[in-house]
């Protein structure tokens, strides 16, 4: 059993790692991930949980659990109405409370409870059970998970920043500034074999200037958010989608992923061909949809341009590809509009 004097040393190299990840990281979820694995096995708790908060769907979901068995639930309802929400409000931590609030605390098996602020609204909770040795917890104890805490709060808040310096506000899809990124991401994997294809496909609205003149940027900006939204619902989980700029749009497409998140690699399955089908079923998607406007249905196309590239097979860079695949946008454009133009590797 370790001595206090050794816990206390444990606390420290926690608390000096845990800011150490946060100037790496700009990912909640990576940091939370270290942070699991230091918490995992300690004295001062049996398990640790960081609840999180989805304005969507009004619950709160499970974001990081050192122990699954001791926070069986994966979505949490918890409202306004709530007492430990009431009382996290109001507190700085939950070590003593009343019935009510401790009742609704066992259902994660929690001994403890802090609220994640960010900018004064409850964003999240960390819940920390009992010893493992069976004794309470001590005030040493206490101050140090407000400290992480406060380190989540930070965290999350700098997440925030980072995903609104990268999204597009009005359509909520990545910016020019993220696709940059992305490939020059894509491009660092250029010795796995198992992540070096990459398709780049830029995609723009038919006759979009001539809608803007006529019907007013209002509905411009309605037919921008429609289309973003049917681009989201029909690509892969693995796909990222960007608003170039106008009412252009890239879709950065990587390798095949099942399901499960895994990457398929086999000689029998057509990478090209694959990617070539599922862009010609987003643009046929897009001619079928009408887009409602001050009781008028407007009907609109794309014309994409597609270029394939395995990294390392011929010399390229992220600013030659997207180079590439406007080109053969325009060149589909010139080709009459509503039609596909690809560049095979």
């Known amino acids: 059993m370790p001595k206090p004097r050794d816990e206390q040393k444990v ?11 946060l100037l790496k990281t700009m990912s909640t979820q990576k940091f939370l991930d270290q942070l699991k694995t230091s918490l995992a096995d300690s004295i001062f708790t049996s398990h640790v949980a960081v609840l999180v908060y989805d304005r969507d769907k009004n619950s709160y979901f499970v974001k990081m659990s050192t122990d699954d068995c001791q926070v069986p639930e994966k979505l949490v309802k918890l409202d306004e109405n709530s007492p430990l929400i009431r009382d996290l409000k109001i507190n700085l931590s939950l070590e003593k409370c009343d019935h009510d609030t401790r009742t609704e605390m066992k259902r994660f098996n929690a001994e403890m409870c802090f609220p994640i602020f960010i900018q004064d609204q409850l964003t999240g909770i960390l819940m920390i059970g009992p010893r493992r040795d069976g004794k309470k917890h001590d005030q040493e ?13 930070v965290g999350c808040q700098k997440e925030q920043y980072y995903l609104h310096s990268i999204t597009d506000p009005l359509t909520g899809l990545y910016n020019r500034k993220y696709l940059e990124e992305a490939l020059q991401q894509a491009f660092l994997k250029r ?3 198992e992540s070096n294809r990459v398709a780049l496909a830029m995609i723009d609205i038919d006759y979009f200037k001539l809608i803007n003149d006529r019907l007013g940027h209002q509905a411009g900006d309605e037919i921008l958010k429609a289309v973003s939204q049917n681009l989201k619902k029909n690509v892969r989980s693995s796909d990222l989608c960007f608003r170039y700029g106008g009412e252009e749009f890239c879709i950065l497409f990587t390798d095949l992923v099942r399901r499960d998140g895994s990457i398929l690699v086999s000689e029998n399955i057509d ?3 694959t990617i070539l089908r599922l862009i010609k079923r987003l643009k046929d998607n897009i001619a079928s949809m009408a887009v409602n406007w001050n009781g008028r249905e407007i009907t609109i196309s794309v014309s994409i341009g597609v ?12 600013t030659q590809l997207i180079s590439e695949a406007d080109t053969l946008l325009y060149d589909a454009k010139r080709g009459g509009r509503n039609q596909v133009v690809a560049r095979l590797d």
């Open 271 to 273: 990478y090209t061909q």
């Open 191 to 193: 010795g796995n074999r």
């Open 11 to 21: 606390r420290q190299q926690i608390l000096e790692a845990t800011s150490d990840w």
């Open 307 to 318: 270029t394939f590239l395995s990294i390392g097979d011929r010399d390229c860079t992220a």
């Open 141 to 153: 104890t206490v101050r140090f998970f407000q400290t992480i805490t406060n380190e989540i709060a």
